[in-house]
Each structure stands twice: as C-alpha cells, then as structure tokens.
C-alpha cells in the first residue's frame, strides 16, 4: 500500500488497527475525530493503545461481544491525553472514561453514549 495511502495527516491505517475495505469509511470518521481531538490538544502526539480488531484478536483481549473495535470506529486513547469534555467537542459519540480521562472513543451512530471504567 502507499505511504500516502492513509486516512488523515496523522494517523495511519495501522495505527487504525488495518481495518478490512467495507470498514474504511467508519475508519475513517474516526481518524478525522481523532484528528479534531489532536488539535484541540494543540497538536499533541497521540498514541492510538487499540482501534479496529478483528473478532479473534476482540475475543483474545476481551472486548465486548458487540465491541465497536469490531467495526472500526473506536480507539482506546492514553488516559491523560484528553478529558471527557475534550473528547466530546471533538465529536466522539461513545465515550469510556476513567477518573474523567477518556480512554475509549468512537464515532458510533446514534445518540451519545458515556460510561466509566473502574
Ligand atoms: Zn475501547
């Protein structure tokens, strides 16, 4: 694949986890979220910890059974990098957080969604 074969600036379909074809455009709502997400963080680094896994790779870490990894529009984020409120002004529909860090995003349609980790 071409190096500029990526969905946004800065992330690329690795770093998505390589989502199969039929799930790129929901890949792809998720990289320009994560892309509005770096910029309001001033343009910080940001590691992706998880986004698409393929449903053995889901079981094998434990995710849940309707995962939205499984469709590739989430990402686990580093908890530090942006609080809830953060996350939802740029546009993330779930939102998993801990002690008010986001640390799971996704672009899911429907209403929003939040929910905390231990
Ligand atoms: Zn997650």
Do not use: E, I, L, T
């Given at each position: 694949m071409a190096t500029h074969d990526r969905p946004t600036a800065h992330f690329t379909w690795d770093e998505l986890g390589r989502p199969p074809k039929p799930l790129r455009p929901a890949a792809h709502r998720l990289a320009q979220a994560l892309e509005r997400l770096r910029e309001l963080r001033g343009d910080r680094p940001l590691t992706i910890v998880s986004a698409y896994r393929s449903p053995s790779r889901n079981a094998a870490v434990g995710g849940?059974?309707?995962?939205r990894h499984l469709v590739g529009d989430a990402a686990d984020i580093p908890r530090g990098y942006a609080t809830t409120r953060q996350a939802a002004a740029a546009g993330f529909v779930g939102i998993g957080s801990q002690n008010g860090w986001a640390i799971h995003v996704d672009v899911r349609p429907g209403p929003a969604a939040r929910w905390t980790y231990p």
């Open positions: 849940a059974p309707r995962s």
